[in-house]
């Protein structure tokens, strides 16, 4: 890691694409929690630029198929150019969320960051959820629910522009992993469009180490990394401050693992910390966890021999 790395953290207060309220608080219990001083530990430059503003979550019912439709866009516009502004002035953006629907604005400017200079984009989503859902799978109309379909190019024409270029992302560019939580509707999507994903299943069968070893391979010094770390992502057990719990997820010990072998790689370039809801938190303890993980992503290792 370069000595004095600059990173930028973007607070996006906002549930407006899930289906409970209190992922607007997210980015203040990270910022509780310590993530600040925990980067600066690491020899980290750090900016926070406080938090985005935007409209207010008017918790109505679906329209045409979306909730929320306008203000899920309001939100990812000004998601979108301060992410671009940060890439562009050569600093690692961290979005603190908010709910998931957010990673359309954030990706699709990274994606937007990667056209402009050359680089090629992979994208490690870590969530309990494909969130490939459409308007026509979801009866729900939570666009939390929706925006890596939204990125591919399927959804509603606001959000599949917001980056210039349709789609933002090739889903060839995705590599999804702990995913336990698929419609049926939306799995045959994910099928049809040929997304990989590393599901617990697969993580059961295989292990981390040899999951993580896939989802990095072909990464080269011209490689954007790009991680959407959905805090749903983790065990309900050790993380229950999420609005879509799902049991099952990767222990403490197995995320430990897929945070170290992606700092490993000396390529993350931008990350989203998504979908943390202090509102059905304990005393903050998926914050604290979230900011530990974070830490690793930025070289803390358990690792005690010599690397190689």
Known sequence: MDQKKQ??????????????RGASMGPEALRV????????SH?????????LAGPANPWLPPVGGYRHLAEVVAWNRAVHEAVHAELKAARMPILLGGDHCLAIGSISAVARHCREA???????????????????????????GMPVACL?????????????TV??????????IGIRSVDPGEKRFVHQVGLEVFD?????????????????ATLDANTH???????????????????????????????????????????????????????????????????????????KSTLMRERG
């Open 7 to 20: 990173v930028s953290l973007i607070g996006a207060p906002t549930d407006i694409g899930a289906g409970s």
């Open 33 to 40: 929690a310590q993530i600040v001083p925990v980067l600066q």
């Open 43 to 51: 020899g980290l430059e750090v900016l926070d630029h406080g938090n």
């Open 118 to 144: 050359g680089k090629k984009l992979r994208v490690l989503w870590l969530d309990a959820h494909a969130d490939f859902n459409t308007s026509e799978l979801t009866p729900s109309g939570n666009i939390h």
């Open 152 to 164: 591919c190019g399927h959804g509603p024409k606001e959000l599949v522009e917001i980056g210039g």
């Open 167 to 176: 789609p933002a992302l090739n889903p060839k560019a995705v590599r999804q």
């Open 200 to 216: 617990m299943r697969y993580i059961d069968e295989m292990g981390m180490r040899h999951t993580m070893e896939l989802a990095l």
């Open 225 to 299: 990394l790009h991680v959407s770390f959905d805090v749903d992502f983790l065990d309900p057990e050790i993380a229950p401050g999420v609005g879509t719990t799902v049991p099952g997820g990767p222990t403490y010990r197995e995320a430990q693992l897929c945070m170290e072998m992606i700092a490993d790689t000396g390529r993350l370039a931008s990350l989203d910390v998504m979908e943390l809801n202090p509102a059905l938190d304990v005393r903050n303890k998926t914050a604290t966890l979230a900011v530990d993980l974070i830490e690793s992503l930025f070289g």
